[in-house]
């Protein structure tokens, strides 16, 4: 039995409200954001020690970078509230099953100084419904992209942090290829 999941990346951006997509400017050049890779991460489970234990990141990341002159948040969710097979929708899988851990790879501190930095040590789940990764610390986190600059590592069906408690075994997922789109949205901190 192989089950094979695809997440795809999705950027949006924001200022005071929601809005818009990846290749069209924004319209508050003072927050961008910037996918440099991992634009599609996917998992393939084929052995019986994943299904049992889950993939972690096995080499699943995202870097991203954000330039700001405002503070900023980060969120993430799925463009849907369930994975849906693709060769059978019926085939359905909780998105809990996804987890991201944030690693800060740019010189602001993500130890709560200059980023709070919800999804580290542990990672933090996916959902149909944004969750803030990353918002201002007790200063400010704006600054240049290489200021901000992060790895968002990817596992599956680890159980650890708030993801899914059961295997992908104990699931009883049924074969198929899942796919999903995950949305990055970034926005001013309250």
């Known amino acids: 039995m192989r089950i094979c999941f695809y997440i795809m990346l999705s950027l ?17 050049p003072s927050m961008v954001i910037s996918i440099v890779s991992g634009y599609s991460v996917s998992f393939l489970f084929d052995q019986m ?9 096995g080499g699943q990341q995202t870097f991203i970078r954000i ?3 405002n503070d900023w948040k980060l969120q993430f969710k799925a463009d849907q509230n369930i994975f849906y097979g693709d ?5 359905q899988m909780e998105l809990n099953n996804v987890g991201l851990v944030v690693q800060s790879t740019g010189t602001n501190q ?25 918002t201002k610390g ?5 600054g240049f992209e ?27 997922i049924e074969a198929d290829t899942y796919t999903v789109s995950i949305i990055l949205t970034l926005s001013p901190a309250n």
């Open 12 to 28: 949006f951006s924001a200022s005071a409200g929601r809005v818009l997509a990846q290749d069209i400017p924004p319209p508050n």
């Open 49 to 57: 020690d994943e299904y049992k234990n889950g993939i972690l990141n």
């Open 67 to 69: 330039g700001a002159v």
């Open 87 to 91: 060769n059978n929708p019926a085939n």
């Open 110 to 134: 993500d130890d709560g100084s200059n980023i709070i930095n919800y999804a580290k040590p542990e990672p933090l789940a996916l959902s149909g419904s944004d969750q803030t990764l990353m």
């Open 138 to 142: 007790s200063g400010s986190n704006r």
């Open 146 to 172: 290489n200021r901000n600059s992060f790895t968002l590592n990817w596992e599956m069906g680890t159980k650890r942090g708030n993801m899914n408690n059961q295997s992908i075994l104990e699931q009883m």
